[in-house]
């Protein structure tokens, strides 16, 4: 049953709150009526409430925060990749939203809501059914129902009401948004809540007359991202990042240092360059020159095709070796040569080629190219179109494959044995490189818990939303568009925020504020003062929840530490007999002692710190 009733908070104002004043019944627990009948004041219990926490936990929970969200009660799996949030779990997503939401309100974006049903024929139209390729979920045909899927974003949805809508440059810039769940077929939802198959983001769309315009908007976005990851106390970094399957030209990652994360930022030591591994750039490798150039020698490698394999077999180094991998792009083969022990990255490839897609060769392809089986190929008279990495223009007396199946040749040098017509950054950045600046690069693990894009014309263009601009023209939008995974933020707060017994939350987005710990519940000077120390600091305009439970102290701190509100206080016979209760806060060892009176005023100095 809920009621609304009227309270005077300490200031002296009023005001109205829905509160629950009665719980499930036939359950031990201590007196929950002080106040007379008619005056019933109700309290945030936890007999009353609904915190499941456990010791025990999956064995595939391995990061933090799956583990710790599991333990305290917060979510529970009902299916790989989907979650229920529990209410202790389901109170911080909406503190999160809340913050998302009044940041995006704050930026000047506009909120609607879009339907995660989907006609496919909308992402027919963007041509971005098969670059989603599984991730996008469809449903089946029905009768009265065909060719429907689950939104995994909705650049399709928000194109689609612009171009319904919006007709003229007067009408822009505007920014819509929504908070909304997403689908995406994840092929391995894991860690907790960080990946999942169904996930809430915050999405927001820019649409500008032009290329200012669209920078405006972004910077706009930009700015409020950095103050919910701030208010969220999320310590977070905007690295460069690749654009991928969305196109456009520019975009900005937000990474939270962590090893649950699945990225990697490579950033300068001198902390001036930061981005994503897949994006990042990377100071030419130096020519260190070579004595001698040696002459070409074929060597019998028979059933040696890989770096590893081959380097062994001939002591040699991997750096020592050039790898030829052979793509097929446009109906062509595509060569790319790379050092041994470099990598390479197949977004810079297609980009250096001018393709818009390439595949790894099959066997027969190889075998065509190269007259090789797998594993011999090697860029001395081959003919075909060759991209070989900077890195390799520098390479002296190098190993490589024979394009003769089980032989290698070694004493290959660039220019003189093969000539490098084509050369460019088609790797990932590894270690011993330097950052475009020369400043050597460390490379740490990282969570993406957000994303902001400048889209440009990609959708629009393709789903003809023109508007007429100042001279009566007819002219695509411009867009942008700007992803927060607001679960993701929760968790990632979690993986930056705990220790050995649990979650430490950042007060902003804390289940509550103040957790009232009383010991020896039977006695009533103690639930009498825990009461009145309740009702004081919740009508001070704080969160609290007051353990009630009839458990030993030692349970009832352990699960105060594992749910991680940020202040505590304790409350037993002992210390009243003191003239005290303890304060502790979640992050700190220490506890302080007050009188109840006293201990009002400090909470709050610590609340709203
Ligand atoms: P990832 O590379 O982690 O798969 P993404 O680049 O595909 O993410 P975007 O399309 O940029 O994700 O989505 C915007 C934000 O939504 C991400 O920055 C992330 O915070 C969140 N997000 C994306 N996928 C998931 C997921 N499967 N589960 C939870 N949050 C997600
Ligand atoms: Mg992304």
Known sequence: ????????????????????????????????HSGSAGSIPSRMLWTDYFIPTTKEVPADAVVPSHR?????????????????????????????????????????????????????????????????????IHLPDQ???????????????????????????????????????????????????????????????????????????YSRMYAAYCRIYERCGLPYRPVEAESGA?????????????????????RSEDGTYFANLERAEMAPLPDEGCDRQEAVEEIHTPGHSTIEQVSGLLGCRPQDMIKTIIYWADEKALVALVRGDHTVN????????????????????????????????????????????QAVTVMHNAVTGANQTDYHIKGVNPGRDFQITESADIRYAAEGDRAPNGSPFVFEKCLEVGHVFKLGTKYTVSMKAHVLDENGKSVPMIMGCYGIGVNRIMAG?????????????????????????????????????????????????MEVLLD???????????????????????????????????????????????????????ILAIVNE
């Not at 979650?503 to 010991?519: D, R, T, Y």
Request: proline share 5%; net charge negative.
């Open 1 to 32: 049953m809920r009621r609304t009733y009227r309270i005077a908070d300490g200031a002296g104002s009023v005001k109205s709150q829905a509160r629950r004043i009665d719980g499930p019944g036939g359950r031990k627990r201590a007196p929950l």
């Open 68 to 136: 710790l969200m599991l333990r305290a009660g917060m979510i529970r799996q009902i299916t790989a990749g989907a979650y229920a949030y529990l209410p202790l779990g389901y109170r911080v997503l909406q503190k999160v939203t809340a913050i998302v939401r009044e940041e995006m309100n704050r930026a000047g974006a506009v909120e609607l809501h879009m339907p995660a049903l989907h006609p496919v024929e909308l992402w027919q139209e963007s041509g971005r059914v098969e670059a989603m390729g599984d991730t996008l």
């Open 143 to 217: 009768p009265w129902r065909k060719g429907t899927v689950l939104g995994p974003t909705h650049e399709e949805i928000i194109t689609e009401i612009a171009r319904a809508y919006l007709h003229s440059y007067k009408q822009l810039p505007v920014t819509l948004y929504q908070i909304q769940t997403k689908f995406r077929d994840e092929e391995r939802p894991k860690s907790g809540v960080l990946r999942t198959r169904e996930f809430l983001m915050k999405d927001a769309y820019s649409f500008d007359i032009d290329e200012a315009g669209l920078d405006e908007s």
């Open 246 to 266: 969305m196109g456009g030209s520019s975009s900005t990652e937000f990474m939270a240092v962590s090893d649950a994360g699945e990225d990697i930022m490579a």
């Open 346 to 389: 197949e977004i810079k490839l297609a980009k250096a080629a001018g393709v818009a897609s390439l595949e790894p060769a099959t066997p027969e392809q190889i075998l065509e190219v190269t007259g090789a089986e797998v594993g011999f190929a090697g860029p001395v008279g081959l003919k075909a179109r060759i991209i070989a990495d």
């Open 493 to 541: 707060v979690i993986e930056c925020c705990h220790d050995e017994a649990g979650i430490c939350w950042p007060v902003s987005i804390a289940p509550f504020h103040v957790l009232i710990v009383a010991l020896d519940t039977r006695e009533e000077q103690v639930m009498g003062t825990a009461r009145r120390l309740h009702d004081e600091l919740e009508a001070r305009g």
């Open 548 to 602: 009630d439970r009839d458990a030993r102290p030692g349970f009832k701190f352990k699960d105060a530490d594992l749910i991680g509100i940020p202040v505590r206080i304790t409350i037993g016979k002992r210390g009243l007999a003191d003239g005290v209760v303890e304060l502790k806060r979640r992050t700190d060892d220490e506890v302080a002692r007050f009188s109840p009176d006293d201990v009002v005023e400090r």
